[in-house]
């Protein structure tokens, strides 16, 4: 059984590609040197991960997946098409947030002193 069961899809070379995400793709992953956590803070203070960890992680994730993809070719993909290296940003985004959701809020209670309320007589 997997606390993390989700899915998301990706493009690859005319195919979506469903890619499961389960604790062993993490663990996986982790284990390959990519650092989902540190990723996953650095988009959520609104930085831009590095590029060629973007691409190592999307490699993964494809060859994970079943699909036979090398990084070079990754690479040579998202960078002679801005439009999909742009792609690739959002999917490991969206990525991310599936593997570390944000927590639910809970409405703030009012900001300031509260108004007195005068009792009737």
């Known amino acids: 059984m997997s606390f993390i069961n989700r899915s998301c ?7 979506e590609v469903r890619i499961d995400i389960t604790n ?11 650092n989902l956590f540190a990723l996953s803070v650095e988009f ?6 590095k590029f060629f960890l973007l691409a190592r992680l999307v490699t993964a994730l494809l060859n994970f997946s079943g699909v036979n993809a090398e ?6 993909a998202v960078t002679t098409d801005p439009k999909a290296s742009i792609a690739m940003y959002k ?12 927590p639910e809020v ?3 209670p009012p900001v300031g002193k509260p108004k007195k309320v ?4």
């Open 44 to 49: 959520s203070r609104g930085g831009t991960p």
């Open 9 to 15: 899809k990706i493009g690859w070379q005319g195919t």
């Open 24 to 34: 062993d793709l993490c663990h996986s992953l982790e284990e390959a040197g990519i």
């Open 91 to 102: 999917f490991a985004k969206e990525f991310l947030s599936k593997v570390f959701p944000a």
């Open 71 to 76: 990084e070079d070719d990754v690479v040579k």
């Open 106 to 108: 809970e409405e703030a």
């Open 118 to 121: 005068k009792a009737k007589k």
